[in-house]
Each structure stands twice: as C-alpha cells, then as structure tokens.
C-alpha cells in the first residue's frame, strides 16, 4: 500500500512589483495557515517518509513549515523543478517515479494540477483545492509506478480549522 498527501501551497503575496512568479513570497496568512494545518495533519497521520517540493519560493516555504512540524530534516526535503507546473503532467511523472522503499509521500505543488489529480486518482471529488490544503489518498498497489484510483482518506482545508 503507497500513502500519498498533496499539499497546494500556502497563499502567496502579489504586492510585490517585478517579483518574478516562482519567486512570490508566502503571506502572513498563508504562513499562519501553513502551520496551522501541519500541526492537524501532524496530529492526523505519521511522517510522510519523503517530503517533495516544487522550487517555487512559496512552495518550498510552505515544505519547509510542514518539515519543522513533523520534525523532519530539511536538509533532506526534495526539490523538484518540474514541480512548478500548473499541469497534473509532471505532478503524475513525479510520484509514479518515486522510490517503492517510501510507503508514504508528501507534495508540495500547485493548482490546476493538484485538483486535477485528486479527482483523476482520488475517489472523492474535490472542486477546488485551495492553499495550503491537504488531500491524503492510499492506493492499493506495492508499486508507485502503478497506481491507479485510490482511496481519499483525507481532506484538510485551512477553512475547515478557522
């Protein structure tokens, strides 16, 4: 059985002119609400046994609040390029080639591909992941290369915690 929770990142700020966009800080709400829902999913769930971040600044700022909560080392959360795409394309290459020794895994990406994953992998439909929400599905299969529908176990909106 493969363990995975996607984690759109936390609201990032726009009021900073000529940031580019993979550059564009987290808010202080999205920081307060990072922290918030990794204490819920911390007290939820054990530590994913590998932490994946795409390498925009407010997704990996977000992976990095996740981390320290789940007393994770930092040193050791994956950085991932293809990660900053707005597409489920990359988001699906990157999990299906993920090492079958982790039993569990943890993303930090970005909308439109988070939602489209979890209502093409996940068996509870979901309009909308917003920032910093979290989706924990279990698949069935021994092998990350050959997952298919899974099972949505978990659902975690900072709304829901507010």
């Given at each position: 059985m493969k363990t995975?929770?996607?984690?759109?990142h936390a609201?990032?700020?726009w009021e900073y002119q000529g940031v580019k966009?993979?550059?564009?800080?987290l808010k202080k709400r999205?920081?307060?609400?990072?922290?918030?829902?990794?204490?819920?999913?911390?007290n939820k769930v054990d530590c994913p046994d590998v932490f994946i971040s795409s390498c925009a600044n407010r997704a990996l700022h977000t992976a990095m609040i996740f981390s320290y909560g789940f007393n994770f080392p930092?040193?050791?959360v994956k950085i991932s390029k293809s990660l900053y795409s707005f597409s489920?394309?990359?988001?699906?290459?990157?999990i299906k080639a993920l090492d079958d020794g982790f039993h569990s895994a943890i993303i930090f990406s970005h909308d439109h591909g988070i939602s489209t994953f979890v209502n093409k992998?996940?068996?509870?439909?979901?309009?909308?992941?917003?920032?910093?929400?979290v989706v924990?599905?279990?698949f069935n299969d021994a092998h990350w290369k050959n997952i298919k529908k899974g099972k949505t176990f978990l659902v975690e909106f900072p709304k829901f915690h507010k």
């Open positions: 995975l929770y996607i984690v759109r609201k990032s700020s966009d993979i550059d564009r800080p999205g920081i307060n609400d990072a922290y918030l829902i990794s204490n819920v999913l911390r930092l040193a050791n489920d394309g990359y988001l699906i290459k990157t992998f996940g068996d509870k439909p979901i309009a909308h992941v917003p920032t910093c929400g924990g599905i279990q």
